[in-house]
């Protein structure tokens, strides 16, 4: 069977991983981005350059987006030399992104009135997940173009979850990252809290790892902080949107979050002094600073 045609757009830490997984596995890839240099690595290796996104769009069969916001991905998609300027019809458009449920909803909208298809398929998984394809996808969006590209969508991830509607899926994702957000918090108060007590940090981490309370988020981001190392998978400044998002959704749905207010509020001070660019754990930094002025 012929293999289709993969348009990816936005070649951060994750996009470039999920568009190397599609090269490796065979696909006449074209991708685009706003900083060239990102995409130099994947053209080395057999890529095609695009120079604007619809360009991308009219050489592929399916386009792929991983963007850092909302408004990047609205831009992306309906500005000048937008995505669905150059998508056929029937195209595809699967943006992977996490964003709000309101532009999902919006795209879609605009996609179907145009006889394209706009997909929102968020992933749960970090960039060994993306290299491996054992991402974990959540695909919101026209049954019959969620059939179309199931074996694509196989080969980024080792399980996925259906939603009728882009929007849904953009629920899910944000009650994914939810989680997300409270481990870290909970991680990081655990952290400092049991130094200051004199319980040792790995102890800790030990026996949390030999009971029911035990998580991958706790032993991997736990052992990097206690190495000091804050090398980003994912960045604080971009947990600081996601939760935002989460508390914007909450909010049309008449849903309170007080402890993901919290977590907006650790996020922000860490963005504030510096930290934006590094990993999301780098929230512990602020709360060890809280815990010495009291």
């Given amino acids: 069977m012929k293999k289709h045609r993969i348009g990816f757009i936005g070649l951060g830490l994750m996009g470039t991983a999920m568009a190397t997984r599609f090269q490796k596995a065979g696909y006449h890839l074209t ?16 890529a095609q350059w695009a120079d604007s996104p619809d360009e991308a769009a009219r050489k592929s069969d399916i386009v792929f987006t991983m963007l850092s916001t909302s408004e990047v991905l609205k831009e992306i998609t309906l500005g000048a030399h937008g995505i669905i300027s150059g998508l056929e019809k029937k195209g595809i458009h699967v943006d992977c992104s996490t964003v709000s449920p309101a532009i999902t909803k919006h795209l879609q909208e605009v996609y179907t009135s145009k006889d394209r298809s706009f997909l929102h398929c968020p992933v749960l998984g970090s960039i060994p997940q993306a290299t491996e394809g054992t991402l974990l996808l959540l695909v919101g ?12 969508l196989k080969t980024l991830g080792s399980k996925f979850w259906r939603f009728k509607n882009a929007p849904d899926a953009s629920h899910a994702k944000l009650l994914c990252n939810l989680f997300i957000a409270g481990a870290i ?8 809290f049991a130094e200051k007590a004199s319980v040792p940090p790995r102890m800790l981490l030990d026996i949390i790892g030999n009971s029911a309370l035990n998580s991958a988020t706790y032993q991997t981001k736990g052992k990097s902080i206690l190495d000091g190392n ?46 934006g660019r590094e990993d999301y754990s780098s929230v512990v930094k602020v709360l060890k600073e809280l815990s010495s002025h009291s």
């Fill in 31 to 46: 991708i685009y981005n706003r900083t060239k240099a990102k995409g130099e690595s994947l053209v080395a290796a057999g």
């Fill in 185 to 192: 918090t909970t991680l990081g108060q655990a952290l400092v």
């Fill in 230 to 275: 804050f090398a980003p998978r994912f960045f604080t400044e971009h947990m600081l949107k996601d939760v935002t998002l989460m508390l914007e959704a909450a909010a049309e749905k008449g849903v309170k979050l007080p402890t993901i207010e919290v977590a907006r509020q650790l996020l922000a001070k860490a963005v504030e002094k510096g930290f």
């Fill in 141 to 152: 969006g026209e049954a019959e173009a969620i059939d179309r590209i199931e074996p694509v």
